[in-house]
């Protein structure tokens, strides 16, 4: 009989109770008896293996993925790196190990003692990094004097090495100690302090291919540190490899010419937006960086006028210049100010609400359309055509050819560039927009900065007839076994918005900058080859009215030479944009280095044609 | 009013037992903050005795009321832990990527230590009102089976495992006791073993892999299986009588993970052995047997239920933080009772003595 158990009746709890009590020895009994056989029956050995706290964990570091260009080139690899490091505990008397340890390391013991010192918490059984990266030699003498040398061992490590000294070292990046704050952002809660984190360019931007994950293992020491076996290992993972769109051909050959001047050149592929080339020069050399440098030569690094760290190809924000005036022509054209037959004559100046405006050519053009204008780069016509546009409308065109917008390379820091509207100025300066400054900006001069990237996008959006894609860097990812991992796709970004026959003229008209005797960009052509382009002379300082031609002026305040051009003018496969600070005329310092450019992508893909051709014919 | 028979009534056996156990806490951790490498961290042992102090306050509050207020009042208590829950939920401070505590001022709370006080609470009052002696049936178990997966999913949330998975056992401790009707037993029992596999095969891989890791830390030697391998090295090395108060090497060298909380019976077994660690676990098992006997003799089924839940707490916690830092079981955190660093861990136990001393001295009440 079931009975309700509200009432004071507790018997039947009583015996349950009994029931839980019996539970409770039971268990209390294994722990007893683990308890004992931990501590009695395994005492002993359990006592001897704590006496030198022998088990220990030893880091197994993963090889970091390879970075190669698009044509299966190594970029960046890694390289194995001889380190010293020093056991305390078991280097007594540390004083004369230090001592000898420094004559066959080549450096005074006092900045060996320094390192030791350096260090945050010192623990007497961790090794301590004395010196990293010596020498095979070094690495002889300490491995023969190792008795002499107790508590002393060499470990090799893999360090990053990039192969192309100081080439793309800003596309590529480097590698540096993960900062606290990266540490507590929670973002890498695999990472602990001392690891190393892709800081700049592709290293930082796809860190989480290339880092792979460390393994470890559980050893057994003896007194003296040494590993007596091995208990448990985990194996690390080596890192993804990534293919870049990169043409490393086209970018030495953008660095070299650019070696010795302040600039940027960026090369994209117009039917898909792979960026061929991205370089940006003063460069810098990564290994040294990775190496390690002492405080003063980061400083000295970091605040080195030349800025060699800025990537200029998407940080560098320049006037655009004369290159501005492909968009002046579309502008007009689109908006119906201008047709191809409009003609305006050109005196070498322009006179507009009592001022004038000069072209840069002093006897003036004579009477020029919008093709001639273009070839010929005449100031005076797109004066006329941008004051009839107006700012705003320029503006809107601008932005839909990608200038004053982040062209989303998946590279850090890309700069946005600027293109003011009336509004814009107003707000910004509190001053009304004057329409002679609409005439200063149709020519690309004034308020207007855009930076090469996006001129690049720009031209190469004109050279594949009106698709805007997403500049892509990545081309895939594969893991350490080939395995492909992600491959990505190209992406549109916008269509701009140019009629058919609108972009024909514009063509024309770069195709005649290089291939007519009146064209600007004469010094741009290939034998074989047609080149279209456009230049551009950016000014630093404002020209005074009734000043002289500028040729006296200090380096500083020379001129910026553009170029951006794309070949072959028929089928386009490559479109470039160069920028060469203070380089004074885009034909003469940017032209050439963009036909090299070309030259260097161009021929090696007709030779690869010509022999896929041959190979073809042989079959037959 | 006062009734003498409080004082003589009163269960100095249950407070001295329990401030037996902190003072073997409190030694534990100066060993830690004094010998091992946590010297930088000696405020840790003032703020443990000062939450001590307070605990000790606590539980003269738990005598002081009679405990069938609880009965009441059981559901207030039990809300106002829940929106406790629910606050660290929205404001909780973030520590090492879960969120357990709530920040008033200079003190910061772990409510879901508290919570199992309100889920003891909560279920003896159910239990005491709706016992028979055929045991619950499925539709009786409706409700209490409620009351504990709000907290549980709060607690899940956190995450805090360890602590939700006490909830857990404390609750089916309970239901055990007062007994589930044949029939729904076996009921549970069957769908339960065909559960666990379809589960088991709906997992994704590494979802698996964190399980087998979790039941078998030798799994991840880098980890949790390297901790459980020191903890073992700190704890057999001991030996017989131990290295002695502050030598314990293993301690001092930092070896052992979260030595002043979940491994703070490795430092004790290092430098006690086994004599002083078989001790400290007898005196875990007095406090147990004793609060058993509290809830035997108590002829009133919300206090004998409400004692047994309280003793279910305290053996749960102390099996599996033993049972874990030697070896046999899943690494878990969870605190040792009294011993461990922690405020919020050390007041609930406070409180948990409180309330049985509260039982035991009111039992002659019904007589």
Not at chain 1, 15 to 26: E, S
Not at chain 1, 320 to 332: D, E, H, N, V
Not at chain 1, 456 to 467: F, K, L, R
Not at chain 2, 270 to 281: N, T
């Amino acid at each position: 009989m079931d009975k309700y158990l509200k009432t004071a009746d507790s018997d039947w709890y009583k015996q349950r109770i009994i029931g839980v009590i019996l539970c409770v020895f039971a268990c209390f009994a294994v722990l007893f008896v683990r308890l004992f056989f931990l501590q009695i029956i395994k005492g002993g050995e359990l006592r001897r293996l704590s006496e030198n706290n022998s088990i220990r964990l030893q880091r197994i570091d993963p090889f970091r993925g390879i970075i190669f260009d698009r044509n299966r080139k190594m970029l960046v690899d890694n390289r194995p790196s001889f380190n010293v490091n020093v056991i305390l505990r078991n280097a007594r008397p540390v004083d004369q190990t230090l001592n000898k340890l420094s004559k066959y390391l080549g450096v005074p013991d006092v900045e060996l003692a320094e390192k030791i010192a350096g260090q945050k918490r010192i623990s007497s059984y961790k090794p301590i990094l004395l010196k990293q990266d010596i020498g095979r030699n070094a690495v002889a003498a300490v491995e023969v004097h190792k008795y002499d040398l107790p508590g002393i061992e060499v470990n090799v490590k893999p360090r990053r090495h990039y192969l192309y000294r100081q080439s793309a070292a800003h596309l590529l990046g480097y590698l540096g100690e993960i900062s606290s704050s990266e540490l507590n952002s929670g973002k890498y809660p695999e990472l602990r302090s001392g690891d190393l984190i892709g800081k700049l360019g592709i290293e930082r931007a796809y860190d989480h291919y290339l880092r792979g994950k460390s393994g470890g293992r559980q050893v057994e020491v003896n007194a003296t540190g040494q590993v007596v076996s091995i208990l448990k290992t985990v194996n690390a993972h080596a890192g993804q490899n990534v293919y870049l769109t990169i043409d490393q051909d086209v970018q030495e050959k953008a660095e070299e010419l650019l070696s010795g001047v302040t600039g940027a050149a960026v090369a994209i592929e117009p039917s898909t937006g792979q960026v061929l080339a991205l370089a940006s020069s003063p460069s810098f050399d990564q290994n040294t960086i990775v190496g390690g440098m002492t405080h003063e030569q980061w400083q000295a690094f970091v605040t080195d006028p030349l800025k060699p760290l800025t990537n200029r190809a998407l940080q560098g924000e320049y006037p655009p210049a004369s290159t501005y005036k492909i968009l002046t022509a579309i502008a007009g054209l689109e908006e119906g100010v201008i047709d191809e037959n409009t003609v305006f004559c050109c005196p070498g100046h322009y006179r507009f609400k009592g001022r004038d405006y000069r072209c840069w050519k002093k006897g003036g053009h004579g009477c020029v359309s919008v093709v001639q204008a273009i070839a010929e780069s005449c100031d005076v016509f797109f004066y006329q055509v941008g004051q009839a546009v107006g700012v705003d409308r320029l503006a809107w065109y601008a932005k839909a050819l990608g200038l004053g917008t982040i062209s989303g390379i998946n590279l850090p820091h890309e700069a946005r560039g600027l293109i003011p509207t009336a509004a814009w100025k107003q707000r910004r300066t509190g001053i009304e927009w004057q329409e002679g400054e609409t005439l200063s900006l149709a020519i690309g001069q004034g308020f207007n900065l855009v930076t090469p990237l996006q001129m690049a996008v720009m031209v190469s959006a004109i050279a594949n007839g009106g698709t805007r894609f997403k500049p892509e860097i990545l081309m895939k990812v594969e893991t350490a076994e080939g395995r492909l991992v992600k491959e990505t796709e190209p992406m549109i970004t916008g269509k701009l918005p140019v009629s058919p026959r609108t972009m024909e003229l514009v063509k024309q008209g770069l195709w005649e900058v290089v291939n007519t005797d009146k064209g600007t960009a004469k010094g741009a052509r290939l034998f074989g080859l047609q080149v279209s382009g456009k230049t551009g002379t950016a000014q630093v300082i404002g020209r005074k009215e009734g000043e002289e031609e500028d040729a006296d002026l200090p380096d500083h305040l020379k001129p910026h030479a553009w170029f951006v051009a794309y070949a072959p003018s028929d089928d386009p496969g490559i479109a470039v944009a160069v920028v060469v600070e203070n380089g004074e005329h885009g034909s003469s310092a940017a032209a050439p280095i963009a036909r090299e450019m070309i030259k260097a992508y161009l021929l090696k893909d007709q030779m690869r044609r010509l022999i896929l051709a041959n190979s073809g014919k042989g079959k037959q | 009013m006062f009734d003498r028979r409080f004082v003589q009534y009163f269960d100095w056996g249950l407070l001295g037992l329990a401030v037996l156990l902190g003072g073997l806490g409190l030694l534990s951790l100066y060993s830690v903050v004094t010998a091992g490498a946590m010297t930088a961290q000696k405020i840790l042992y003032l703020k443990q005795l000062i939450w001590f102090g307070a605990g000790l306050l606590l539980m003269v509050v738990c005598f002081l009321f009679n405990y069938k207020l609880l009965d009441r009042y059981a559901h207030a208590v039990y809300v106002f832990c829940i929106l406790l829950l629910i606050a660290v939920l929205f404001f909780g401070k973030h520590v090492s990527g879960s969120q357990r505590w709530l920040v008033l001022g200079p003190v910061s709370i772990q409510p879901s230590e508290i919570v199992k006080i309100a889920v003891i609470v909560v279920l003896a009052r159910y239990y005491s009102k709706n016992a028979y002696t055929r045991g619950f049936t499925l539709r009786q178990l409706f409700t209490p089976v409620t009351l504990v997966l709000i907290p549980f999913a709060l607690i899940v949330r956190q995450p805090d495992l360890g602590t939700a998975l006490l909830v857990v056992l404390i609750a089916g401790s309970m239901t055990v006791f007062v007994k589930i009707e044949r029939r729904s037993f076996l009921y549970l029992f069957t769908s339960g073993t065909v559960a666990i596999p379809l589960v088991w095969f709906l997992l994704k891989n590494y979802q698996k892999q964190r399980i087998l890791t979790f039941l078998n830390p030798d799994r991840d030697p880098l980890g949790a299986g390297y901790h459980i391998i020191q903890s073992k090295i700190a704890i057999g090395s001991g030996m017989l009588t131990g290295k002695g108060f502050l030598k314990g090497t293993q301690n001092a060298l930092s070896f052992l993970p979260e030595q002043h909380t979940d491994f703070i019976f490795s430092v004790f077994a290092e430098e006690w052995g086994f004599v002083g660690s078989a001790i400290l676990i007898l005196v875990f098992l007095l406090l147990i047997v004793w609060g058993l006997n509290v809830a035997y003799s108590c002829r009133d089924p919300f206090g004998t239920i409400l004692a047994m839940g309280i003793c279910a707490m305290i053996f749960w916690q102390v099996v599996i933080n033993v049972g874990m830092v030697m070896g046999l079981m899943p690494v878990v955190g969870v605190p040792l009772p009294f011993v461990s660093y922690g405020g919020s861990s050390i007041a609930t136990m406070m409180i948990a003595i409180g309330l049985l001393i509260n039982v035991s001295m009111r039992r002659f009440m019904l007589e």
